[in-house]
Nanobody
Framework: QVQLVESGGGLVQAGDSLRLFCAAS????????MGWFRQAPGKAREFVIG????????YYADSVKGRFTISRDNAKNTVYLQMNSLKPEDTAVYYC????????????????WGQGTQVTVSS
């Protein structure tokens, strides 16, 4: 079992940067592919970016290519989402997810979820 807690969300202006954090409990964190998803009002939850268990591999949605990066510190059981050049369309609740299948962007490929953190980007 893994518990995930996101933090770092907030209100920023277009073009700003923001860093999200996902703190995980459990001794098996380092064995899991981790990912970030987001859900805007009235829309389905969508994949944003993922990272392999070791941190050596990443994959991401085209909409965030070149702007968002993901990293992890297995010693601290933490995953980071660095978001640069934010746009109003990035506004959403961002969710951390664990135990996914690397390269798979489907929501159902991940077994554990956090409660989410709100990111709002004003124009």
């Amino acid at each position: 079992q893994v518990q995930l807690v996101e933090s770092g969300g907030g209100l920023v202006q277009a073009g700003d940067s923001l860093r999200l954090f996902c703190a995980a409990s459990g001794r098996t964190f380092s064995a899991y592919t981790m990912g970030w998803f987001r859900q805007a009002p009235g829309k389905a939850r969508e994949f944003v970016i993922g990272i392999s268990a070791s941190g050596a591999g990443t994959y991401y949605a085209d909409s965030v290519k070149g702007r968002f990066t993901i990293s992890r510190d297995n010693a601290k059981n933490t995953v980071y989402l660095q978001m640069n050049s934010l746009k109003p369309e990035d506004t959403a609740v961002y969710y951390c997810a664990a135990a996914g299948r690397f390269g798979d962007t489907r929501r159902e490929s991940y077994n554990y979820w956090g409660q989410g953190t709100q990111v709002t980007v004003s124009s």
